[in-house]
């Protein structure tokens, strides 16, 4: 396992009321306080950002966001602006999911201008990217995923780099139950490591965390993170049980 703090991230997706948020919350925080060897942070719905807010509020638990707009403010109706999080109380953003591309057809260029926007306002994003299982068959999965790196981190400083988190997770594996093997995902965190090398420099690229996502539970955990190049994960499903998000925070105990 790498030197890099391992991060560990739920994303709760389109799940959880405020009271089951809170609840929830409630059951990880005693595990996250004895946490010193790893990031915690959750991202709920935005409905549950404010109750979740106050609850990690001067706890070691970080609060992240699962999308933004990419302007401060504005007449699109039903969207969420940067300083809109950041006034209640986040730090990170996850942008470029491979579900924001599928249904919602964001491109590389929107993706991008949110991470430039969230930048000004403190905001640290989670950029996601990954191959669907057609694109990994078909052999272009590194032509792929080199694409969104470089798309997403288009125009994006050294200094600011250096607080973004990539999170690598292959769509095939997101909610199927199926999860690439240590091997597969540390290949892949190697290559963009790589491309960070060929945008920044080797300091640079070393220094920033890349997450594994897609089906990550208790029992390949411990295997995943072994890898040189995996630096923590951002678990779907898992993170919405305690029993399954706990010995996922603790997996180096």
């Known amino acids: 396992m790498s030197k890099r703090m391992p991060f560990i991230a739920g994303n709760w997706k389109m799940n959880k009321l405020r009271g089951e948020a809170a609840n929830l919350v409630q059951a990880i925080l005693p595990t ?24 990690v509020k001067d706890t070691k638990l970080g609060l992240g966001a699962q999308n933004c707009h990419p302007e401060d403010s504005g007449a699109f109706t039903g969207e969420t602006s940067p300083p809109m999080l950041k006034d209640i109380g986040c730090q990170y953003v996850i942008v470029g999911h491979s579900e924001r591309r599928k249904y919602f057809n964001e491109t ?15 905001l640290k994003p989670i950029l996601c990217v990954g191959e669907t299982l057609e694109q990994r068959e078909s052999g272009i999965l590194k032509e792929v995923v080199e694409t969104q790196v470089r798309g997403g981190l288009a125009s994006v400083p050294e200094e600011k780099m250096r607080l973004t988190v990539i999170a690598y997770e292959p769509v095939w594996a997101i ?28 300091d640079l690229a ?7 996502g897609g ?39």
Do not use: W
């Open 175 to 202: 909610g199927t139950g199926k999860t690439a093997t240590p091997q597969q995902a540390q290949e892949m965190h190697a290559f963009i490591r790589t491309i960070l090398t060929d945008l920044y420099n080797m």
């Open 215 to 253: 089906s990550v539970k208790p029992g390949n955990v411990k295997e995943l993170m072994s890898q040189e190049d995996i630096d923590g994960a951002l678990v779907g499903g898992a993170s919405l049980k305690p029993d399954q998000f706990i010995p996922i925070i603790g997996f180096q105990s």
């Open 32 to 55: 996250v306080s004895q946490t010193d060897s790893s990031e915690v942070a959750v991202c709920p719905p935005f409905t549950s950002l404010g109750i979740v807010a106050n609850l």
């Open 108 to 122: 590389e260029e929107f993706i991008n201008n949110k991470i430039l926007k969230l930048y000004e306002h403190d």
């Open 206 to 212: 070393q220094s920033v965390r890349i997450q594994y």
